[in-house]
């Protein structure tokens, strides 16, 4: 069929509530288990539609994951002054925290259809090396406008993406986090950030 950006508008549509139909099946069964008959079923289609847009399993997979980067990880602006990096912070963990909650099962369901399924891991591990991509961009912009010390960012990036990746899931599946009246879900929010802001304006 092309690419999304090939589509028709009527297409995009279609497709959506066919990605729609497969996050709320994912959200019953899990991602391992999903099938493409479930998922027709779901968006009251016959099979042969959810073909055209997704030829197989894998294929579905992949767009949930894209999906699920493409909301998590919005950039926000750079700039140099220390309460507004703090700020940019915890708007980009809060954002993924908040993604993270809604699509838990297609995080987690990635996760593990990554262990078992080379093919997927390979896509797992292009998407995760974008974020990390996209932390280590953020902190060259800060750098290059003096806002905070010279460092390689990329081990940075890199601990810091896989990091919030594993104290979600900890958080989501253990209850772990909460402290004081705070919430869990707050106090991660709070400690990534703290934690994301002391790594890039106090290296070692």
Not at 53 to 63: E, H, M, N, T
Not at 94 to 103: A, L, N, Y
Not at 156 to 181: D, K, N, P, Q, R
Request: hydrophobic share 45%; charged share 25%; with cysteine.
């Amino acid at each position: 069929m092309g690419t999304v950006s090939d589509l028709t508008d009527r297409q995009q549509r279609m497709r959506e509530e066919l990605l729609d139909a497969a996050r709320r099946v994912v959200a019953r069964k899990g991602l391992l288990a999903m099938t493409t008959a479930d998922i027709a079923a779901e968006a009251g289609c016959v099979p042969a539609t959810l073909y055209r847009y997704f030829p197989s399993k894998l294929d579905l997979a992949y767009a949930l994951a894209r999906g699920f980067d493409s909301a998590a990880t919005q950039p926000s602006p750079a700039r140099g002054h220390d309460a507004e990096i703090r700020d940019q912070i915890r708007h980009a963990v809060t954002q993924f925290w908040s993604t993270f909650r809604e699509q838990l099962p297609v995080a987690v369901g990635a996760f593990q259809l990554a262990m078992i399924e080379r093919e997927f891991n390979d896509e797992w591990a292009e998407i995760r090396h974008g974020v990390t991509e996209r932390f280590a961009r953020s902190i060259r912009r800060l750098q290059e406008r003096g806002a905070i010390p010279e460092f390689d960012p990329q081990p940075v990036a890199s601990a810091l993406g896989v990091t919030m990746f594993h104290m979600a899931i900890v958080a989501h599946y253990f209850g772990e986090g909460a402290s004081g009246g705070a919430t869990a879900e707050q106090a991660m929010i709070d400690a990534m950030t703290d934690l994301w802001h002391r790594s890039i304006t106090r290296p070692p």
